[in-house]
């Protein structure tokens, strides 16, 4: 089994959570997707946040 760092599982963990969300998202009414670059203070770096507005 491959080593995992704590990044590398927070990503595993929010594409599988994803994968699970986003289908029944999509079937929905149309809604806007706002894409949001934040600070992330852990790793120094941005992260983008996707949320779905109707």
Same mark, same amino acid.
């Given at each position: 089994?491959?080593?995992?760092?704590?990044?590398?599982?927070?990503? &595993? /963990?929010?594409?599988?959570? *994803?994968? $699970?969300? @986003?289908?029944? &998202? /999509?079937?929905?009414?149309? *809604?806007? $997707?706002? @894409?949001?670059?934040?600070?992330?203070?852990?790793?120094?770096?941005?992260?983008?946040?996707?949320?779905?507005?109707?």
């Amino acid at each position: 089994m491959p080593e995992l760092t704590r990044r590398g599982f927070l990503a &595993a /963990l929010s594409a599988a959570g *994803a994968a $699970r969300a @986003l289908p029944p &998202a /999509l079937a929905r009414l149309p *809604a806007r $997707r706002i @894409l949001t670059l934040v600070r992330d203070k852990a790793t120094g770096g941005l992260r983008a946040v996707d949320r779905l507005v109707p």
